[in-house]
């Protein structure tokens, strides 16, 4: 059961480093960290990954 969840965790990784605000809309839909993800990653790419892991990660 263990290897699910880790996969499931590196499959969200990955979406964050490649569509970070797909990522933010799986992990916790249509709300707030939505809306400042897709404000990050339009004026700089790289904060809005790194918003997308911090999500993911906590």
């Known amino acids: 059961m263990q290897t699910g969840v880790t996969l499931n965790k590196l499959v969200h990784i990955i979406i964050a480093i490649i569509l970070p605000p797909l990522a933010v809309f799986l992990k916790s839909g249509m709300g707030k960290d939505l809306v400042i993800n897709i404000i990050l990653s339009l004026l700089f790419f790289i904060?809005?990954?790194?918003?997308?892991?911090?999500?993911?990660?906590?």
């Open 47 to 58: 904060p809005g990954v790194l918003h997308a892991l911090w999500l993911i990660t906590k």
